[in-house]
């Protein structure tokens, strides 16, 4: 009985963790491209002075992180 109520958890945890880089994903392109709307040129700079990625970059990986966040949430509402 204790399995079953572990993997429910579990499975939870897992969604959970699979709709916050999806969201997490998401708002941080949104705000990626926000900032290339307000100033072209500010996306070759870094994210910050002590993160050497520049914000370009990091907006990309961050529509990546959220596209596939978002596929295994449908593979996974759709498997149940």
Known sequence: MNTARDEKTADRIAYAFLRTMFLFGLVAWGYVAAMQ???FHVVY??????????????GEAAFVLSMVAYFLLKFWETKK
């Open 45 to 58: 700079e870094p994210l910050a002075v002590w993160v050497p990625i520049r914000l370009d970059y990091f």
């Open 37 to 39: 709307l307000r100033d």
